[in-house]
């Protein structure tokens, strides 16, 4: 069964501290590891695929990268309007559907 | 270019009751998935529907149903409510159910 693991759950930053979010999977035949963005009561919003081991991508203050397992995302000099929660997924397959599977997140909290 | 539209935003039910949450596509995205997210938690797979047909499942119940419609406009369809039905339901648009998944606002239903 696919299984996506990530840490910390919460995490909290004081503007302009640098750190990184863990994101660690199990998948038979990784199609993609996707990372998005969710603030509270809505839905999520895409940031970065990653497809094959070594790749990275990056994005304004963030930059994800990808092993054969885990996956991270870099937060370089945050500010407060980063605080979100980062849902890191990975995709595989049920059926004939392409599914993503989740981790539960990181609450990113960027103070002053 | 419209993103994933969901309707409604919020919604109370009564335990037993049916309830139908409807989703509209991204432009030119095909396929569309549903998800469950409780408080806390990761977003969970229900199914997927790609050209009208559902072509795979998650771990949930029979009483968890879809549509999807030519314009690929989709429904939810969720009867004999349970209290652990509250959560945001979630949709996802794709092309061809391979590529990014743009997910829309949500539904938050609660069940008492």
């Known amino acids: 069964e696919d299984q996506v693991t990530q840490s910390p759950e919460a995490l909290r930053l004081q503007e302009g501290e640098s750190s990184s979010l863990n994101c660690s999977y199990t998948?038979?035949?990784?199609?993609?590891l996707f990372w998005y963005r969710q603030d509270p009561g809505k839905g999520p919003e895409f940031l970065f695929t990653?497809?094959?081991a070594g790749e990275e991508k990056e994005k304004e203050r963030l930059k994800a990268t990808l092993t054969k397992k885990e996956s991270f995302l870099h937060i370089t000099a945050p500010k407060p309007e980063d605080s979100a929660t980062y849902l890191c997924?990975?995709?595989?397959?049920?059926?004939?559907?392409?599914?993503?599977?989740f981790g539960t997140g990181t609450r990113l909290q960027v103070t002053l | 270019e419209t993103g994933v539209t969901q309707s409604p935003t919020h919604l109370i039910k009564t335990r037993g009751q049916q309830v139908t949450l409807r989703c509209s596509s991204q432009?030119?995205?095909?396929?569309v998935s549903w998800y469950q997210q409780a408080l806390g938690q990761g977003p969970q797979f229900i199914f997927q529907?790609?050209?009208?047909?559902?072509?795979g499942r998650g771990n949930f119940p029979p009483r968890f149903s879809g549509l999807q419609f030519p314009n690929y406009s989709s429904e939810l369809n969720v009867n004999a409510l349970e209290l652990d039905d509250s959560a945001l339901y979630l949709c996802?648009?794709?092309?061809?159910?391979?590529?990014?998944?743009?997910f829309g606002q949500g539904t938050r239903l609660t069940v008492v």
């Open positions: 996802a648009s794709s092309s061809d159910g391979q590529g990014i998944a743009f």
């Open positions: 998948v038979s035949g990784l199609r993609g």
């Open positions: 990653l497809y094959s």
């Open positions: 997924a990975s995709q595989g397959v049920a059926g004939t559907a392409s599914k993503l599977t």
């Open positions: 432009s030119g995205h095909n396929t």
């Open positions: 529907y790609y050209r009208e047909e559902e072509n």
